[in-house]
T-cell receptor
Framework: SQTIHQWPATLVQPVGSPLSLECTVE??????LYWYRQAAGRGLQLLFY??????ISSEVPQNLSASRPQDRQFILSSKKLLLSDSGFYLC????????????FGSGTRLTVV | AQSVAQPEDQVNVAEGNPLTVKCTYS??????LFWYVQYPNRGLQFLLK??????LVKGSYGFEAEFNKSQTSFHLKKPSALVSDSALYFC???????????????FGTGTQLKVEL
């Protein structure tokens, strides 16, 4: 069965420090991968999506970047965190074909101080 | 643009009563619609989806949703609410990615469901 792992679960980082959040998927090949941010416990904003290795699309301009070095690995990064980067970050995957539902990871709570 | 709207920030219902969480959509063509639930500090969990076929879709935990094309709605329902149903509910629509294949989900703003004894 397919599983998605996301870590760490919580992270407290000072302003100006770097960031690396990792997401991996097991049990499937060629997934579409996504990074969402949820601010203030409500709306979900799509940050990045990837349809293949090295293929990253950004939905909104921001202080963050994403990379997909392997088929089932998706990394969210920043060189210098801002206070406004605080939030709940969710990774998700979906199949290339089929009805297109997502499976989400358990999320990372990032607090920039 | 393809989108969904959830007009209610919060819905309160007594345990044992039926519940409805509203969602309307704006989609060109046939919509692929989804409902997800989120418990505090957790990822989203899939409840149900509408692709085609019967307008009444049954999902997890006793939830169902009714697709209404004339009203462009996809309301989430449950005949008898439980306190444990209290959570944040999201409606979503699938949007196809034109370049490279695949798709992405666009979510509504979420509705907080509170079920009280």
């Amino acid at each position: 069965s397919q599983t998605i792992h996301q870590w760490p679960a919580t992270l407290v980082q000072p302003v100006g420090s770097p960031l690396s959040l990792e997401c991996t998927v097991e049990g499937t090949s060629n997934p579409n991968l996504y990074w969402y941010r949820q601010a203030a416990g409500r709306g979900l904003q799509l940050l990045f999506y990837s349809v293949g290795i090295g293929q990253i699309s950004s939905e909104v301009p921001q202080n963050l970047s994403a990379s997909r070095p392997q088929d089932r690995q998706f990394i969210l990064s920043s060189k210098k965190l801002l206070l406004s980067d605080s939030g709940f970050y969710l990774c998700a995957w979906s199949g290339r074909t089929g009805p297109g539902g997502y499976t989400f990871g358990s999320g990372t709570r990032l607090t920039v101080v | 643009a393809q989108s969904v709207a959830q007009p209610e920030d919060q819905v309160n219902v007594a345990e044992g009563n039926p519940l409805t969480v509203k969602c309307t959509y704006s989609v060109s063509g046939n919509p692929y619609l989804f409902w997800y639930v989120q418990y505090p500090n957790r990822g989203l969990q899939f409840l149900l989806k509408y692709i085609t076929g019967d307008n009444l879709v049954k999902g997890s935990y006793g939830f169902e949703a009714e697709f209404n094309k004339s009203q462009t709605s996809f309301h989430l329902k449950k005949p008898s609410a439980l306190v444990s149903d209290s959570a944040l509910y999201f409606c979503a629509v699938r949007v196809r990615i034109l370049t490279g294949g695949g798709n992405k989900l666009t979510f509504g703003t979420g509705t907080q469901l509170k079920v009280e004894l």
